[in-house]
């Protein structure tokens, strides 16, 4: 901990579990006061917020499903009911996703739309409401995957919303410069979470852990580490990229690391 981000607020959407957990707690051994947002589960939410502030951080729950007609509204709602009409934000980490796990011959329209609506619309109009509250050289940090690098067809709708997550870092990027708030989006590639555990064992993870240059599955703090960085006022001058976080995965040609 080096208190980089003292004095801070940060939103974490989906930090009830997974990665977004590890991101709330890492901005908060920053010294960042961290709104652990979930969408359904207030069990887990909690349990980050005891972890954190039993850390001695400081932390709160906000609860609202994305993807759903009044959700942005309803978010912001809560995060003025805890903090105030008006609170301020410093670091906005869009993390909350569902997963799709169809090719292209078996989506339906309505899961298209599903996963759009919860990976894309929501933190589009997350920034678009929430921009008056972002500070001047504040951070917008979209996690996005490695699969929009390495072809997966069997998530093409899923990984079409993470390279709808990319380019929307890479424009507002450019909008953003002046006010000094940089955005970017984080890649990880296979990790271990809620997501991945009913196949993450065995030969399939060995087989998952092969991907990376360094042989195992992310951990969900490797992801936090690179989010923090980019939260950090040493990554001032880096936006409208996409940092790769999968551990260097598929590096060499095929069948090489
Ligand atoms: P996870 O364990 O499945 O957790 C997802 C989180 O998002 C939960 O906190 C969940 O809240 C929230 N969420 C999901 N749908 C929501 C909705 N409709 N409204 C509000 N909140 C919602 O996910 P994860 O594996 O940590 O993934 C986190 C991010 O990393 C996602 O953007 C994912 O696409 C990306 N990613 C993950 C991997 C991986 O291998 N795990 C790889 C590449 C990219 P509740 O708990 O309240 O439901």
Partial sequence: MTDMLHGTTSLVTGAGRGIGRAIARRLAAEGSRVAVHYGTNADAAAATVDEIRGAGGDAFAI?????????????????????????????????????????????????????FAVNVKAPFFLVQRGLDRIRDDGRIINVSSGVTRIALPETLAYSMTKGALNTFSFTLAHELGARGITVNAVAPGITDTDTNAAWLHGEARAHAASYSAFDRVGEPDDI???VAFLASPAARWITGQVIDATGGSHLGAAGLR
């Fill in 224 to 226: 936090a580490d690179v």
């Fill in 63 to 115: 609860g609202a499903e994305l993807g759903v007609p009044g959700d942005v509204e309803r978010l912001w709602a809560a995060f003025d009911e805890a903090l105030g009409p008006g609170a301020t934000l410093d670091v906005l980490v869009n993390n909350a996703a569902i997963g799709s796990s169809e090719p292209l011959a078996t989506t339906t329209p309505e899961a298209f739309d599903r996963v």
